[in-house]
């Protein structure tokens, strides 16, 4: 064995929250997902268990950005660790993290697609594939010591598909340890009056994608937070199973493995094929007071403006109204105006604030009144001070759509003829003055300028 076979024996996974691990392997540090705070996504989320990490502690040769998600891409976290190494490299598959890692300091950013392999100094990384609709990417990590697969939010359409992208990264080797999502959320069912309910099938497809990795080792992964208050009524309708619930099932379904469940900063220390756990080396400080994430979706939960910033409600409606007639409505004419298929559509919108509940109409022209039309094909339904931070470019459509507070219903239906369907349109018809994409990347970019002025 030489030199460098017998220095570099062993990789270490050190597990930092939700999905935020440390790993040392091959004499170089990868940080993937840094999240440093306790929050994520403008206050909306905890993390749990609620804790702090000292970015300093954290100083890597690598930090590893899988997707735009806010609970993997914080602006804040990642200023925090370019004022503490501006030279560490920044792999991400996502322009918007690239830009935003620009602009908190880092010199050296490299945008790097799903299934591109990357040989460092006796590391390999290679980046993995996801059926998701944003892009996105898990990383396995090979040398000597270890092959770790951390799938992150990895979606997959079939389980043999993960067997075919694990054996083209890894070819014939087993894997050592696998980070798995096993955590089947109904984030925006009660959002969008959908199916509230458990998911079996989506359940058993993500344990069974897990399985087929064919790891000696699971970790349930990405699982660590929880809706904050004043928004923690939302965490009775979105997670039906719990980590330790997915750990106990995922031994089950893969009996001839383990499955470990480190506590945050907990090093699991791979060597010889054995896995091993230990205390990590990170400076962190658990806060206590973990949100509670009982899963019961069965009683109303009521859409009340918060109204953190604590402005009065005719500043924000104000501004909405302004925006609804100088932005929405000539976006509604332009996307909607030629679509005969939408008939005589009605899309309603109620602006719920502290001072009560507004509502304003509109047709497929862009022509707007006052008030709920009874016979809407569509309706919103919005707390203010919300809707007035994403359009002012502070927060993105996600913030309030998981915080239950940016809801939907479409009860439409197109016929043409003696043909009909459902009515295709966007559910939150919001979006077509301001889309999804765009708003996360006006938050991202405020967030981030924020974070570099203090």
């Known amino acids: ?23 040392d392997a091959a004499g170089l540090r990868l940080l993937c997902d840094p999240l440093l705070g306790q929050a994520h996504s403008g206050g909306t989320f905890a993390t749990v268990p609620r804790r702090t990490i000292e970015a300093s502690s954290t100083r890597a040769d690598f930090i590893i950005v899988s997707h735009a998600h806010p609970d993997h891409f914080d602006p804040e976290s990642l200023a925090a660790l370019a004022r503490v190494d501006a030279d560490t490299v920044v792999i991400t598959p ?12 880092f010199r050296t950013v490299r945008e790097v697609a799903p299934g591109t392999r990357v040989d460092l100094d006796g590391l390999s990384l290679v980046t993995t594939p996801s059926r998701a609709p944003d892009v996105e990417l898990g990383v396995v990590f090979l040398d000597r010591a270890a092959a770790v697969w951390n799938m992150i939010d990895t979606v997959f359409d079939t389980p043999n598909e993960v067997r075919q992208i694990r054996e083209a990264a890894v070819g014939d080797r087993r894997l050592d340890v696998a980070l798995v999502p096993v955590q089947p959320m109904r984030e925006i069912a009660l959002a969008t009056a959908g199916h509230v309910g458990f998911d079996a099938r989506q359940y058993l497809h993500m344990l069974a994608c897990a399985k087929e990795a064919d790891s000696a080792c699971y970790v349930p992964s990405a699982a660590g937070d929880a809706h904050a208050p004043p928004f923690d ?3 009775a309708w979105v997670y039906p199973v719990s980590r330790e619930r997915a750990a106990a099932d995922l031994a089950r379904f893969a009996p001839s493995a383990r499955v470990l469940m480190p506590d945050v ?30 899963f019961r979706p069965l009683e109303p939960a009521p859409l009340v403006d918060p109204n953190l910033l604590g402005l009065p409600a005719s500043t924000y409606k104000e501004r909405i109204v302004a925006w609804l007639r100088s932005d929405l409505a000539p976006a509604l004419a332009s996307t909607l105006g030629r679509r005969d298929d939408l008939g005589d559509l009605r899309l309603s919108l109620e602006i719920v604030s502290t001072d009560g509940r507004e509502g304003f109409s509109f047709d497929r022209f862009g022509r707007i009144r006052d008030g709920i039309d009874p016979e809407y094909e569509v309706l919103v339904v919005a707390a203010a001070s919300m809707l007035w931070e994403v359009i002012e470019g502070r927060r993105g459509w996600g913030e309030p759509l998981l915080a239950g507070l940016l809801r939907s219903s479409v009860r439409g239906i197109s016929i043409v003829g003696d043909f009909g369907r459902p009515l295709s349109i966007a559910p939150i018809f919001l979006y077509y003055a301001l889309s999804y994409g765009e708003s996360v990347r006006r938050a991202a970019i405020h967030r981030a300028r924020e974070a570099v002025s203090q």
Request: aromatic residues 6%; charged residues 20%; proline residues 3%.
């Open 1 to 23: 064995m030489d030199k460098g076979a017998f220095c570099f024996a062993s990789v270490r996974l050190v597990h930092l929250g939700h999905a935020t691990w440390l790993v």
């Open 94 to 105: 996502e322009p918007l993290v690239a830009e935003v890692a620009r602009i908190v300091g």
């Open 233 to 235: 009524a939302m965490n």
């Open 265 to 294: 900063g907990d090093a699991m220390v791979v060597e010889g094929g054995a896995v091993a756990v230990e205390r990590g080396d990170v400076d962190f400080e658990l806060l206590g007071g973990d949100p509670s994430r009982s």
